[in-house]
């Protein structure tokens, strides 16, 4: 079956691993692609992800029934948009706790909504566990593990192995420092292009960038594809 | 022809949610496709009536003509299941009632299967309502139940005292009901439907409607934890020994 909409959440039960650089390149990668899109920060302390796409994050939580219910609400309405969910750690529990208690992935199917969980892959036995876990718990969404080579190469693949149903592993790659730091200074958006401070940006700086951009974008478009188009003999096995 | 079943959901004091126990009784005999009516005794307000129009009618139980309502049609109704929700206080009463008419006694026969919900309230006063209770009921299946549904009720009995008590009646069984997160339940109060209406997102008359999804989420899971304590005790089995099939309760 194809899907109308996508709901992808950016996870990991670890705090500081780029879950909010690829909340930003997903959401920057949708608007790119000339589609309505929402990013919901889940984020406790300081609201970066609205800091770099104000007219696009909506803060959330899922801490009391009002705010679970302006959440969850919200992401199974059929609206034909796309969303992403910047999942801080400290909500991780609470989030997938909730979603698995009230089957959302299946409501979301329901609506013909596809969901993806982009699990930040770190070496940690907390997180390799909570992956298998997710594996188990959400056989009706996409799993799909992140290497943010950022963080170090990707050592730890056989402990985050892709399920079928047109899952993939993506690859966040790194980014030279000087170049880090320039992303990471607000405002900044990918999907604007003059970059934010472009005129302060060197030429070989931006092309260096834009280069990695298209690196990223590339298994965005591949994720996205697999995540909407999900065939026939996948929802059967899950649909069961 | 399949013996008849009567179940009583009665409490000494109101307030304990003993209307809510006696909708999710007839939401899971519905569930398994075991017809079933309803009487309810709180005349004239009938919040039962409320929840399951269709099933139910307002009696007063103490009234002859409204105790051969009940009875006299048990044999000939097509519901299997009669849930009758003895108003709060009535329930000594109300089982004295039926001790007078030989009800009990054809309980006690095999003609008729009878059980008793008793819903428990927090004071110590209703366990010894138990004992009460217990005297009349006999070799009813008797279930003592405690509703957690409201609020994390708090119990001034300590588990040795309720144990005493519940050694009072042969075979009686213990039920819980878990807590329903209050704005769920107050959403389907306003909302006036059966707990699995409002889970298949269903209004009163079967239309379409647009509750939350979170809470209607909450509602499922809750309601799936409640029959999960019916399935522990048979209830199924004790109504109607035939094989039954279950409908999921997300539709």
């Keep these: 079956?194809?899907?109308?909409?996508?709901?992808?959440?950016?996870?990991?039960?670890?705090?500081?691993?780029?879950?909010?650089?690829?909340?930003?390149?997903?959401?920057?990668?949708?608007?790119?692609?000339?589609?309505?899109v929402v990013a919901f920060d889940l984020n406790a302390g300081e609201r970066t992800l609205s800091?770099?796409?104000?007219?696009?994050?909506?803060?959330?939580?899922?801490r009391d029934v009002n705010g679970q219910m302006a959440l969850f609400d919200r992401l199974?309405?059929?609206?034909?948009?796309?969303?992403?969910?910047?999942?801080?750690?400290?909500?991780?529990?609470?989030?997938?706790?909730?979603?698995?208690?009230?089957?959302?992935?299946?409501?979301?199917?329901?609506?013909?909504?596809?969901?993806?969980?982009?699990?930040?892959?770190?070496?940690?036995?907390?997180?390799?566990?909570?992956?298998?876990?997710?594996?188990e718990k959400f056989a009706r969404a996409m799993l799909v593990p992140l290497h943010n080579e950022m963080l170090g190469s990707s050592q730890h693949r056989d402990k985050y192995p892709i399920s079928g149903g047109g899952a993939l592993a993506v690859k966040l790659p790194?980014?030279?420092?000087?170049?880090?730091?320039?992303?990471?200074?607000?405002?900044?958006?990918?999907a604007d292009s003059n970059m934010g401070n472009a005129t302060d940006i060197l030429l070989d700086a931006h092309i260096e960038l834009q280069?990695?951009?298209?690196?990223?974008?590339?298994e965005f478009r591949e994720l996205d594809l697999r995540l909407l188009l999900a065939d026939l003999t996948s929802s059967i096995r899950f649909g069961s | 022809m399949a013996r008849p079943?009567?179940?009583?959901?009665?409490?000494?004091?109101?307030?304990?949610?003993?209307?809510?126990?006696?909708?999710?009784?007839?939401?899971?005999?519905?569930?398994?496709?075991?017809?079933?009516?309803?009487?309810?005794?709180?005349?004239?307000?009938?919040?039962?009536?409320?929840?399951?129009?269709?099933?139910?009618?307002v009696v007063?139980?103490?009234?002859?003509?409204?105790?051969?309502?009940?009875?006299?049609?048990?044999?000939?109704?097509?519901?299997?299941?009669?849930?009758?929700?003895?108003?709060?206080?009535?329930?000594?009463?109300?089982?004295q009632a039926l001790t007078e008419i030989g009800f009990l006694e054809s309980a006690k026969k095999g003609q008729i299967t009878f059980a008793v919900f008793h819903i428990l309230g927090p004071s110590i006063a209703s366990l010894e309502e138990i004992a009460e209770t217990a005297r009349v009921v006999g070799d009813a299946n008797y279930?003592?139940?405690?509703?957690?549904?409201?609020?994390?009720?708090?119990?001034?009995?300590d588990p040795a005292t309720y144990n005493s008590y519940f050694k009072k009646i042969k075979g009686a069984e213990e039920i819980t009901i878990p807590k329903l997160n209050e704005m769920a339940y107050e959403q389907v109060e306003v909302a006036s439907v059966p707990f699995v209406s409002f889970v298949g997102n269903k209004g009163p008359k079967g239309e379409g409607a647009n509750y939350s999804f979170v809470l209607r989420g909450y509602v499922r899971h809750w309601l799936g934890n409640v029959w999960g304590e019916f399935d522990k005790v048979k209830l199924v089995d004790l109504v109607s020994p035939k094989e039954s099939n279950v409908r999921q309760v997300a539709s």
């Design chain 1, 211 to 218: 280069r990695w951009l298209r690196r990223i974008y590339l």
């Design chain 2, 60 to 95: 007063d139980v103490t009234s002859v003509s409204d105790q051969m309502k009940i009875f006299d049609t048990l044999g000939s109704a097509d519901a299997k299941v009669t849930v009758i929700d003895v108003r709060a206080g009535l329930l000594s009463s109300t089982l």
């Design chain 2, 143 to 157: 279930f003592l139940v405690k509703n957690f549904v409201n609020n994390t009720t708090f119990f001034e009995w």
């Design chain 1, 76 to 135: 199974v309405t059929g609206d034909d948009t796309t969303k992403v969910i910047d999942l801080g750690h400290e909500s991780y529990e609470s989030f997938f706790t909730l979603a698995h208690q009230i089957d959302f992935t299946e409501e979301a199917r329901q609506r013909s909504i596809a969901v993806a969980i982009l699990f930040m892959v770190t070496p940690d036995q907390t997180s390799v566990t909570a992956y298998r876990n997710l594996r």
């Design chain 1, 174 to 190: 790194t980014l030279a420092p000087g170049l880090r730091k320039l992303i990471e200074d607000p405002p900044f958006s990918f």
């Design chain 1, 1 to 36: 079956m194809s899907f109308r909409s996508s709901i992808t959440i950016v996870a990991s039960p670890r705090p500081r691993v780029g879950k909010t650089l690829v909340a930003r390149l997903l959401t920057d990668f949708h608007l790119s692609e000339k589609r309505k």
């Design chain 1, 51 to 62: 800091q770099f796409l104000p007219q696009q994050t909506v803060a959330a939580s899922v």
């Design chain 2, 5 to 57: 079943a009567v179940i009583l959901v009665g409490a000494d004091k109101g307030g304990v949610g003993k209307t809510t126990v006696a909708r999710t009784l007839i939401d899971y005999f519905g569930a398994h496709q075991t017809p079933t009516r309803a009487f309810d005794t709180e005349a004239p307000r009938g919040t039962l009536k409320r929840f399951h129009p269709d099933l139910t009618e």
